[in-house]
């Protein structure tokens, strides 16, 4: 049996290097996740328009960005457009585009779902009472699709914060980068990885935890 003798002083003196990458870790996940919505939101629209000149490029897009694999995306955004002449300020803005819109994608067919399933009798309802059609979107439409689809949301937000992890490839200082880096200044590989691991794990159990609480109270339709 190999012999390791574990040595948690590291983790100690570290711990403001882990909880400042959780925490830029976690907003990087907020913030893709609430670009993707904006994203998602006008790319359902555009599918369920029936317009082809609109669903098209979009079916497009997320067929693209679907089958292609995140890490590939990252390296594209912030590698590959300035070869096009296409700058960012800096990496963590070309990350977060890149995470926007992979979430957006996927919101899209949230959202296209959330749209699809909302009982005809409620549009039907507010057009007997004279909305017109803006204010049936505002008052009918959007708050019934968020509802309907909130838990899908939710689940994206975990799946996003776990991905962040990725941003590690360019040198962003979240969680997954900062550990790597202590791990080759320490040698300490099991105390920092489990240490990350059980960040990322306690984090994400949280962020369930919560946003089960947000179902319960949100999510169904009265």
Same mark, same amino acid.
Not at 57 to 72: G, M
Not at 86 to 99: A, E, G, N, P
Not at 179 to 185: C, D, G, P, T
């Given at each position: 049996?190999?012999?390791?003798?574990?040595?948690?002083? &590291?983790?100690?003196?570290?711990?403001?290097?882990?909880?400042?990458?959780?925490?830029?870790?976690?907003?990087?996940?907020?913030?893709?996740?609430?670009?993707?919505?904006?994203?998602?939101?006008?790319?359902?629209?555009?599918?369920? /328009?029936?317009?082809?000149?609109? /669903?098209?490029?979009?079916?497009?897009?997320?067929? &693209?960005?679907?089958?292609?694999?995140?890490?590939?995306?990252?390296?594209? %955004?912030?590698?590959?457009?300035?070869?096009?002449?296409?700058?960012?300020?800096?990496?963590? !803005?070309?990350?977060?585009?890149?995470?926007?819109?992979? $979430?957006?994608?996927?919101?899209?067919? &949230?959202?296209?779902?959330?749209?699809?399933?909302?009982?005809?009798?409620?549009?039907?309802?507010?057009?007997? %009472?004279?909305?017109?059609?803006?204010?049936? !979107?505002?008052? &009918?439409?959007?708050?019934?699709?968020?509802?309907?689809?909130?838990?899908?949301?939710?689940?994206?937000?975990? /799946?996003?914060?776990?991905?962040?992890?990725?941003?590690?490839?360019?040198?962003?200082?979240?969680?997954?980068?900062?550990?790597?880096?202590?791990?080759?200044?320490?040698?300490?590989?099991?105390?920092?990885?489990?240490? @990350? /691991?059980?960040?990322?794990? $306690?984090? @994400?159990?949280?962020?369930?935890?919560?946003?089960? !609480?947000?179902?319960?109270?949100?999510?169904?339709?009265?």
């Amino acid at each position: 049996m190999i012999d390791y003798n574990f040595d948690w002083s &590291v983790i100690t003196r570290n711990w403001d290097r882990f909880l400042e990458a959780l925490a830029l870790g976690l907003g990087l996940a907020v913030v893709s996740l609430l670009i993707g919505c904006v994203i998602g939101l006008a790319a359902a629209y555009a599918r369920v /328009s029936g317009n082809k000149w609109l /669903s098209g490029p979009v079916w497009a897009y997320v067929e &693209v960005i679907r089958c292609t694999p995140l890490l590939l995306l990252i390296f594209f %955004i912030y590698f590959g457009l300035p070869e096009f002449g296409i700058y960012f300020m800096d990496k963590t !803005q070309s990350f977060v585009l890149t995470l926007s819109l992979y $979430a957006g994608a996927y919101m899209s067919e &949230v959202f296209r779902a959330g749209l699809s399933s909302i009982p005809r009798q409620y549009v039907e309802a507010a057009k007997a %009472i004279g909305m017109r059609p803006w204010q049936r !979107q505002r008052w &009918v439409v959007l708050p019934v699709m968020f509802r309907i689809t909130l838990p899908s949301i939710g689940n994206n937000l975990i /799946s996003l914060f776990k991905d962040t992890s990725l941003a590690a490839a360019i040198a962003i200082p979240e969680l997954t980068f900062v550990a790597r880096q202590i791990n080759a200044n320490t040698f300490r590989v099991m105390e920092v990885w489990l240490t @990350a /691991s059980a960040l990322y794990l $306690a984090t @994400a159990w949280l962020l369930a935890t919560l946003l089960r !609480q947000v179902e319960r109270r949100y999510a169904t339709i009265r």
